[in-house]
């Protein structure tokens, strides 16, 4: 495994260029590659490093490279986004971009199965069932190098993100996107989030440990870190490995940088919160990530408020069938949930995942279908009251919302929306 990092200061563009080269310097005759790259929803510094990649490649006899789009659930993206995430502006018949479509069977293989025993120990029992791995096709062509790359915050669903994650969930099915989110709302937002080991990536471990099976070549991943100041990213670090155990080693070190970059410990509870959101969020399935990332424990006051303020949001997710199914469970708490799933088996867990990770910590009454929560959470955003109040979700007009009424004692506006984890001081992880 390479490392190279500088978290008080800034990577420079030679730097990465050296380290690209380094990591590269073992593969002498590279002619097909598949790039798997993260998508929209990422803010990383992909588009520097991407070209000093393709440029050491082309020295190496690269004829053909697939750009594979990890965009799990998320919407597609077109040619000139892609161009512009990865920094290539260029037309060739070499270069193919290519977008996940998790939905499509026909662009899917089965890689395995991870067994139900294996997921009823991580979910404490919670959950008996096997998950069919099953991932793009892609991964089993002729290709003389599989490259991954990818960022690391802290993550909801996998303590931080980055690393293996690119495969499993990144570029797999239906089933395992839906089933693993759901084992780690099984497990929980505060047993996950900030932990660099945990259950939830044993099970990204084991279900990638079925995809590198079918992968025929080397694999290199390379995992940057980095921090974002006044709409610019400034790398941090950059790490790689090579096969499944390298990942996984350049996961835990670039974790721990991630650690010490964007966890922040507060004094006290906060009795109320504004993520404002960046427009690389567009729908409330990716900016629901400014209440998750409020959730570690006793960070909100009992009855304390986060406030999602995105003006430039009106939808709770771009796929029609997907914002209907949001709109007709509603944001509730985890034992709803799983009530609502009992008279609804077939309903999808990716989106009772979701509902459960935004609306946060509460006790539901099954008697009189009464629910209680630990905080509130309300949109300020192009979403109306009355769609609001019908999903459970407070409602803000975002005219009224302006920086200086969040100032001051028990209170927080946080600019780079949903992209720090906070946590109390008493409560750090380690």
């Given at each position: 495994m390479l490392l190279i990092e500088n978290l008080s200061g800034e990577l420079t563009d030679k730097q990465l260029n050296e380290s690209v080269r380094i990591s590269l310097k073992d593969y002498k005759f590279v002619k097909k590659i598949l790039f798997i790259h993260p998508d929209y929803t990422r803010t990383d510094f992909s588009h520097r490093l991407v070209p000093l990649i393709f440029r050491e490649l082309k020295r190496k006899g690269m004829e053909k490279i697939d750009f594979l789009n990890a965009g799990g659930t998320h919407r597609l993206m077109n040619e000139t986004e892609l161009q512009k995430k990865l920094g290539l502006h260029i037309q060739d018949d070499y270069i193919h971009f290519y977008n996940h479509e998790f939905k499509n069977p026909l662009q899917l293989i089965k890689a395995g199965e991870i067994s139900a025993p294996f997921i009823e120990k991580a979910t404490q029992g919670e959950l008996s069932q096997s998950i069919p791995v099953v991932v793009n096709k892609l991964i089993a062509d002729d290709y003389d190098l599989v490259i991954t790359l990818s960022g690391t915050v802290p993550h909801e669903a996998a303590g931080y993100a980055g690393g293996l994650k690119i495969f499993f969930p990144g570029i797999s099915g239906p089933e395992v996107i839906d089933l693993l989110h759901w084992t780690a709302v099984l497990i929980g937002i505060p047993g996950i989030i900030g932990a660099i080991n945990n259950p939830a990536r044993d099970v990204i471990n084991k279900g990638t440990s079925y995809i590198f099976n079918k992968i025929k070549c080397p694999t290199l991943s390379l995992i940057m870190v980095f921090k974002e100041k006044e709409h610019r990213v400034i790398p941090k670090g950059l790490y790689f490995g090579e096969g499944m155990n390298g990942c996984i080693e350049a996961y835990k070190k670039a974790a721990h940088a991630s650690s010490q970059l964007h966890v922040i410990y507060i004094d006290e509870p906060l009795n109320l919160a504004v993520q404002v959101i960046d427009k690389n969020y567009d729908e409330i399935w990716t900016a629901g990530k400014g209440s998750y990332k409020l959730q570690g424990p006793g960070v909100m006051a009992e009855g304390g408020e986060i406030i999602i303020y995105a003006p430039h949001i009106d939808c709770f997710h771009s796929d029609k069938k997907m914002d209907l199914d949001i709109k007709k469970i509603g944001y509730h708490c985890k034992d709803y949930v799983?009530?609502?799933?009992?008279?609804?088996?077939?309903?999808?867990?990716?989106?009772?995942?979701?509902?459960?990770?935004?609306?946060?910590?509460?006790?539901?009454?099954?008697?009189?279908?009464?629910?209680?929560?630990?905080?509130?959470?309300?949109?300020?955003?192009?979403?109306?009251?009355?769609?609001?109040?019908?999903?459970?979700?407070?409602?803000?007009?975002?005219?009224?919302?302006?920086?200086?009424?969040?100032?001051?004692k028990n209170k927080l506006w946080i600019q780079n929306g949903g992209k720090y984890f906070y946590q109390l001081k008493q409560t750090e992880k380690f």
């Open positions: 799983k009530n609502y799933l009992t008279s609804n088996p077939g309903f999808s867990r990716n989106i009772a995942s979701h509902v459960i990770n935004v609306r946060g910590e509460g006790k539901f009454n099954q008697r009189n279908g009464e629910e209680k929560f630990a905080f509130k959470v309300t949109l300020a955003s192009g979403i109306s009251k009355e769609i609001c109040k019908s999903v459970g979700l407070g409602y803000r007009n975002p005219k009224t919302i302006c920086q200086k009424d969040f100032m001051g």
